[in-house]
């Protein structure tokens, strides 16, 4: 196995890294001395042996662990997002209740984690949630799918604490199989990209759909269509006036399209990647570089 662990400039800079590859992410605060505490997720790409999604990856007296019992468990892969405004480090993850699994958040504060807050639960499994903290009131905003008699894209917004939360309301079209969404905010608007399986489930071909909240309502664009067979790992991007939105198209092969100063979305692009320390560490980085341009 080659363990990853993520101690990059643990004092100064945060560092996210997900494989694609099933993988561990073991989530921890580094207890700093007269100083903001910084989240760390390390990440085991797998050989041949099978490893948990919460697997302890590193052991120090300085780290405060999340989740520890989250592999025995059997809990979903985490989502992080951290607040230099506040420093505060939020995770939300598909829990196991033993029936199905719920959404919850747990945000690291005053030096512990808070107890996990069930954002979503009921009797269908609730999945993949991924994270965004709205830049102008601090608040935590959640989106997953549920895996239900029809998929469906939630979302849910939150206090900056996460003790707080509003009842999930539904992101995606009415009928539309919607799964695997992602979040960010650009110049004031909340945007949601996902895929959506009109040939039902994991049905070929999926289209990477971006969901844009204008007025409390959502307006919908349909980006490109993929035949990707596997999760296309979305991640949606805002840096200054630049937003952009990536996903796997193909083994091997990264797709992404960024929105124009005139509203409408350019041409696809495309990148090749080796494998998934060569995406994460350089592709991804490359194609910001190049989206913000």
């Given at each position: 196995m080659n363990v990853h662990k993520v101690l990059e400039r643990?004092?100064?800079?945060?560092?996210?890294?997900?494989?694609?590859?099933?993988?561990?992410?073991?989530?921890?605060?580094?207890?700093?001395?007269?100083?903001?505490?910084?989240?760390?997720v390390s990440t085991i790409i797998e050989g041949t042996?099978?490893?948990?999604?919460?697997?302890?990856?590193?052991?120090?007296p300085y780290l405060?662990?999340?989740?520890?019992?989250?592999d025995a468990n059997g809990d979903g892969r985490p989502a992080v997002v951290h607040s230099r405004n506040t420093g505060r480090t939020a995770v939300a993850w598909a829990s196991n209740n033993g029936s199905d699994f719920d959404v919850v958040v747990s945000?690291?504060?005053?030096?512990?984690?808070?107890?996990?807050?069930?954002?979503?639960?009921?009797?269908f499994d609730q999945r993949d949630p991924q994270l965004a903290i709205d830049p102008a009131t601090g608040d935590l905003h959640v989106v997953f799918w549920e895996d239900g008699t029809t998929e469906r894209v939630f979302h849910a917004s939150g206090d900056p604490t996460g003790q707080a939360w509003s009842t999930p309301t539904v992101v995606s079209e009415p009928g539309d199989v919607a799964v695997r969404p992602s979040i960010a905010y650009h110049q004031g608007q909340q945007t949601i990209a996902y895929?959506?399986?009109?040939?039902?489930?994991?049905?070929?071909?999926?289209?990477?759909?971006?969901?844009?909240?204008?007025?409390?309502?959502?307006?919908?664009?349909?980006?490109v269509g993929t035949q990707r067979s596997g999760s296309c790992a979305i991640e949606v991007h805002s840096s200054n006036t630049t937003i952009w939105v990536e996903w796997?198209?193909?083994?091997?092969?990264?797709?992404?399209?960024?929105?124009?100063?005139?509203?409408?979305?350019?041409?696809?692009?495309?990148?090749?990647?080796?494998?998934?320390?060569?995406?994460?560490?350089h592709v991804r980085r490359r194609i910001q570089s190049t989206a913000t341009q």
């Open positions: 643990l004092l100064g800079l945060v560092v996210l890294v997900f494989s694609l590859s099933t993988a561990s992410a073991d989530v921890a605060i580094v207890q700093s001395t007269g100083g903001p505490n910084y989240p760390i042996d099978p490893v948990g999604t919460w697997t302890r990856t590193i052991d120090s405060v662990h999340l989740n520890q019992n989250g945000v690291f504060d005053n030096g512990s984690w808070s107890t996990p807050v069930i954002v979503a639960g009921g009797s895929e959506s399986h009109n040939f039902g489930i994991e049905g070929l071909p999926k289209l990477i759909v971006v969901a844009t909240n204008v007025g409390g309502s959502y307006s919908y664009e349909m980006l796997i198209d193909a083994e091997g092969q990264i797709g992404w399209q960024r929105r124009s100063g005139s509203g409408s979305w350019e041409s696809t692009q495309f990148e090749s990647y080796s494998d998934a320390v060569d995406l994460e560490y």
